[in-house]
T-cell receptor, first 113, second 116 residues
Framework: DADVTQTPRNRITKTGKRIMLECSQT?????MYWYRQDPGLGLRLIYY???????NKGEISDGYSVSRQAQAKFSLSLESAIPNQTALYFC????????????FGEGSWLTVV | GESVGLHLPTLSVQEGDNSIINCAYS??????FIWYKQESGKGPQFIID?????DKRQGQRVTVLLNKTVKHLSLQIAATQPGDSAVYFC???????????????FGKGTHLIIQP
């Protein structure tokens, strides 16, 4: 089983719809992240959470929200999806101590039509 | 722009040759760097890391070199194999603004293509 699990792996949704991407981890890490990947732009940080009560905006948080339901769970929501949010989304985790290795999930392909 | 960048978006090498993937960073205070490999349809996977108190670190078939003078990082892959085909990202430890904590920022990636 993967240490960082994302659901759904693929989703097509319509403009204006609400969509949630879920992430769970079995690594016991405190820190969790949501990244977005677009061709030619690498990985960009959307939100990050260093513990259950800690939520921080990343580089591109507009249009997104997150919820840290438990240490092992971190979900990303698009309240009203738009086509330029079509991308590959990655959840990731790391241990406390900053700058340590970040472990990624397998990714969730989201297409907004 | 991003503080971490790669010199070439695509690198094509012959199977069996050595591959060298380069990365430049802009923050001279950065003290930790990681290389990731991303295969098609998968998430990025950790390859090797290096701290700024080192110039070189070796793993299995991979070597990372750090030149702090010119703020340059490279990943060398020995005897490149078909399974090495992937996109390679360098990442740099950064301080997140407002969060009072640090994390990683990623370059755009280099696509390594292995020619038979």
């Amino acid at each position: 089983d993967a240490d960082v699990t994302q659901t759904p792996r693929n989703r097509i949704t319509k403009t204006g719809k609400r969509i949630m991407l879920e992430c769970s981890q079995t690594k016991g890490h405190d820190r969790m992240y949501w990244y977005r990947q677009d061709p030619g732009l690498g990985l960009r940080l959307i939100y990050y959470s260093f513990d259950v009560k800690d939520i921080n905006k990343g580089e591109i948080s507009d249009g997104y929200s997150v919820s840290r339901q438990a240490q092992a769970k971190f979900s990303l929501s698009l309240e009203s999806a738009i086509p330029n949010q079509t991308a590959l989304y990655f959840c990731a985790t790391s241990s406390r101590g900053g700058g340590n290795t970040i472990y990624f999930g397998e990714g969730s392909w989201l297409t907004v039509v | 722009g991003e503080s971490v960048g790669l010199h070439l978006p695509t690198l094509s090498v012959q199977e069996g040759d050595n591959s060298i993937i380069n990365c430049a960073y802009s923050n001279s205070a950065s003290d930790y760097f990681i290389w990731y490999k991303q295969e098609s349809g998968k998430g990025p996977q950790f390859i090797i890391d290096i701290r700024s108190n080192m110039d070189k670190r070796q793993g299995q078939r991979v070597t990372v070199l750090l030149n702090k003078t010119v703020k340059h990082l490279s990943l060398q892959i020995a005897a490149t194999q078909p399974g090495d085909s992937a996109v390679y990202f360098c990442a740099e430890k950064v301080m997140y603004s407002g969060g009072g904590a640090d994390g990683l920022t990623f370059g755009k990636g280099t696509h390594l293509i292995i020619q038979p």
